[in-house]
C-alpha cells in the first residue's frame, strides 16, 4: 500500500510527539512508580498479543440480524415448474 510522503511525515511527527509528552509525565512521576510501570510495560510487551478468540460454531452468525431484514427461506425445489402453452 502506498503512503504519500506528506503522511508518512505526518506520523512520524505523531510518534515523536507522543514520545515527548510520554516523557515529560514520566519526568513528573516518582522514581519508584516509573520503575514499576516501565517493569509492567516489558511484561506486557514480552507477553505479546492475546490470542485469538475461540471460532463461533458452524453457521452461526455473529450477530442476529435486525428485526425485518431477515434472510430469506430457500426455495422450496419439490414445487413442479409451471409449463408453458
Same mark, same amino acid.
Given at each position: 500500500? /502506498?503512503? !504519500?510522503?506528506?503522511?508518512? =511525515?505526518?506520523?512520524?511527527? #505523531? =510518534?515523536? %510527539?507522543?514520545? @515527548?509528552? #510520554? @516523557?515529560?509525565?514520566?519526568?513528573?512521576? #516518582?522514581? $519508584? $512508580?516509573?520503575? !514499576?510501570?516501565?517493569?509492567?510495560?516489558?511484561?506486557?510487551?514480552?507477553?505479546?498479543?492475546?490470542? +485469538?478468540?475461540? $471460532?463461533?460454531?458452524?453457521? =452461526?452468525?455473529?450477530?442476529?440480524? %435486525?428485526?425485518?431484514?431477515?434472510? /430469506? +427461506?430457500?426455495?422450496? @425445489?419439490?414445487?413442479?415448474? %409451471?409449463? @408453458?402453452?
Amino acid at each position: 500500500m /502506498k503512503v !504519500s510522503k506528506h503522511e508518512r =511525515t505526518r506520523r512520524a511527527l #505523531e =510518534t515523536e %510527539r507522543s514520545r @515527548q509528552i #510520554e @516523557q515529560a509525565w514520566a519526568a513528573g512521576i #516518582e522514581p $519508584d $512508580d516509573a520503575a !514499576s510501570f516501565a517493569r509492567q510495560v516489558e511484561a506486557a510487551r514480552a507477553r505479546g498479543p492475546l490470542p +485469538p478468540q475461540p $471460532d463461533m460454531a458452524p453457521g =452461526t452468525p455473529p450477530h442476529p440480524p %435486525r428485526p425485518g431484514h431477515e434472510p /430469506k +427461506p430457500p426455495k422450496n @425445489q419439490a414445487r413442479p415448474r %409451471r409449463r @408453458q402453452y
